[in-house]
Structures are given as C-alpha cells and as structure tokens.
C-alpha cells in the first residue's frame, strides 16, 4: 500500500514528482493525439468504438493530475516550515 505524501521523506516526495511529471506529461500527450485522430476518423468515417478510448482515458489522467497538485502543496508546506 502506498504512503500517505505526509508520511514521506522530501527526497522521496521530490522523486515522485518527478516521476508523476512525466507519466501525466506522456498521459496528456497521448491522450492529445487520441483526441485528434478521433475527430478526423469521426469525420472520415463516423464514430466508433474506438472514439471511448479517449474518454476512458480522461479520468485517469485527471487523477494524476490531482496527485501531482497533491504532492505540491506537501512541498510547499514543508517548504514553509
């Protein structure tokens, strides 16, 4: 089970920003590109089923995304201690 971002060290804080940096950066890169083929393919094509990919996608990069704010704001707390 994963430590609360209380319970972590700095060093190891500061490394899994880094790490959550890139996995949400390459995320919403990815997710981007998806995006993008999905409309021209819908335009082509219509939709299909691989127009949910995208969508199910979303929400696991919005949790990244909130982890990463997380993490943060724990830095920033310590920070000012």
Known sequence: ???KY???STEELIKTEKSMKGITAMLG???LVLI???IFMAFKK???AQSVIPIAIIPIFIINFGKLKAIKEELKL???L
Do not use: D, F, T
Request: glycine share 12%; charged share 20%.
């Open 46 to 48: 219509g939709l299909s």
């Open 36 to 38: 993008i083929i999905n």
């Open 1 to 3: 089970m994963a430590k």
């Open 6 to 8: 209380s319970e972590m």
């Open 29 to 31: 890169g990815a997710l």
């Open 78 to 80: 310590r920070k000012n």
